[in-house]
């Protein structure tokens, strides 16, 4: 059984910054590809990162709304991925979920993606 938790989300006025985790139970992060959405009530889920490793090489995929001011990351000893937020904006506003998808692949839809954590709101004031 997959399980992810998410943490780090919080308030922060615009132009700071947060980093969020993600940390895996039950399966290694290595296998998968990991992705971060977000979601405002009444609107769809929206894709923001994916970090994925196919050999020895690692692909890095942002939404262009936030290409130049997030990072996504991994940790392989602490089975942990991240998401540090910088320049934040009102409109980043939502709760951030991570997935994790079996397929090897540029995944941006939320049905790609077979595991998801219980999400962390993050709150940017103007």
């Known amino acids: 059984q997959v399980q992810l938790v998410e943490s780090g989300g919080g308030l922060v006025q615009a132009g700071g910054s947060l980093r969020l985790s993600c940390a895996a139970s039950?399966?290694?992060?290595?296998?998968?590809?990991v992705g971060w959405f977000r979601q405002v009530p009444g609107t769809e889920r929206e894709f923001v990162a994916q970090y994925m490793r196919s050999g020895f090489t690692t692909y890095l995929y942002y939404a262009d709304s936030v290409k130049g001011r997030f990072t996504i990351s991994r940790d392989n000893a602490k089975n942990t991925v991240y998401l540090q937020m910088n320049s934040l904006k009102p409109e980043d506003t939502a709760v951030y979920y991570c997935?994790?998808?079996?397929?090897?692949?540029?995944?941006?839809?939320?049905?790609?993606?077979?595991?998801w954590g219980q999400g962390t709101q993050v709150t940017v004031s103007s």
């Open positions: 039950g399966r290694t992060f290595s296998s998968y590809a």
């Open positions: 997935a994790l998808g079996t397929n090897t692949r540029r995944m941006t839809r939320p049905e790609d993606y077979d595991y």
